[in-house]
């Protein structure tokens, strides 16, 4: 039917709204991602762990504010004890006991006892409480003791020579002659105590005697001039004197010397 608007009037029932289809079906990936995001990092690093294998090389503790967690290495192989009841797989195959600290707790340690590139005197210092000073190969000797000047270029070798003040042959020389110029720093070869500094009568000239234990001593000699004095403990490479030319000499340079129980030995083995 139709009025004077032109409208037309409905005859029967309106009809029910159209409905939106609901879709249930999942991503195929979402299970698994509500399954991540479920787990904490830590579970997430345990289960990359187990299933690469990584569990099986390495164990590692934590200890921390009263909370310890144990991780065991097994043995040999990959076969994993079956955990008891209320017992976590990663705990089964080894008790280990508790790492416990307090929050003040203090570490100390022997600087001596620490062998690295880094402490060289505590290397030196092992190897002379090792075994007596007399006895020490030079393969175990080498680069214990650092070098008496920055720069080291040899002038004339430890042992026999021709003598530089008579000219004859024969002539035992008892240290290492190194090149320098005079008023150049003389440095410490290593820690030590100067047991001697002042006039050599027997050639040396100004001369510093280093004591660093169990039978070991440096000398340097013909000095231009030196500032240590007698029971003064020096550390290596520390400025003990300048070089000269004192005493028999013939130029300036420096004389080097090492001594094992009191005999002179070829300083090259030490340093």
């Known amino acids: 039917m139709q009025n004077s608007r032109g409208r037309r009037r409905a005859v029967g029932p309106p009809s029910a709204p159209p409905v939106a289809e609901v879709v249930a079906a999942d991503r195929p990936r979402d299970p698994q991602r509500d399954a991540r995001r479920r787990r904490g990092p830590f579970r997430q690093i345990t289960d990359f762990a187990a299933a690469s294998g990584i569990g099986q090389k390495a164990g590692v503790a934590l200890a921390a504010a009263g909370l310890v967690l144990t991780v065991t290495v097994?043995?040999?192989?990959?076969?994993m004890?079956?955990?008891l009841p209320g017992q976590t797989a990663l705990?089964?195959?080894v008790a280990q006991p508790e790492i416990s600290a307090e929050a003040a707790a203090k570490i100390d340690f022997s600087r001596s006892s620490v062998v690295t590139l880094g402490d060289p005197d505590g290397k030196l210092?092992?190897?002379l409480s090792a075994q007596s000073v007399g006895s020490i190969t030079r393969a175990a000797s080498a680069g214990t003791l650092g070098a008496p000047l920055?720069?080291?270029?040899t002038a004339s070798p430890f042992g026999y020579r021709v003598s530089p003040i008579t000219g004859g042959s024969g002539d035992f020389h008892r240290g290492q002659d190194f090149v320098a110029q005079c008023g150049t720093s003389v440095l410490a070869a290593a820690s030590g105590t100067v047991t001697f500094a002042g006039w050599h009568q027997f050639g040396g000239g100004n001369r510093i005697v280093v004591d660093h234990g169990n039978g070991l001593?440096?000398?340097?000699n013909h000095l231009s001039s030196f500032n240590?004095?007698?029971g003064q403990t020096v550390s290596r490479g520390?400025?003990?004197a300048l070089s000269g030319t004192t005493g028999a000499s013939t130029g300036c340079h420096l004389h080097f010397e090492v001594q094992v129980n009191g005999e002179v030995v070829d300083p090259m083995g030490w340093l």
């Open 74 to 79: 097994p043995a040999t192989g990959s076969v």
């Open 81 to 83: 004890a079956t955990p």
């Open 91 to 93: 705990a089964a195959s």
């Open 125 to 127: 210092k092992q190897l």
């Open 150 to 153: 920055a720069h080291l270029v």
């Open 217 to 220: 001593e440096t000398t340097y």
């Open 228 to 230: 240590v004095k007698v």
């Open 238 to 240: 520390e400025v003990v």
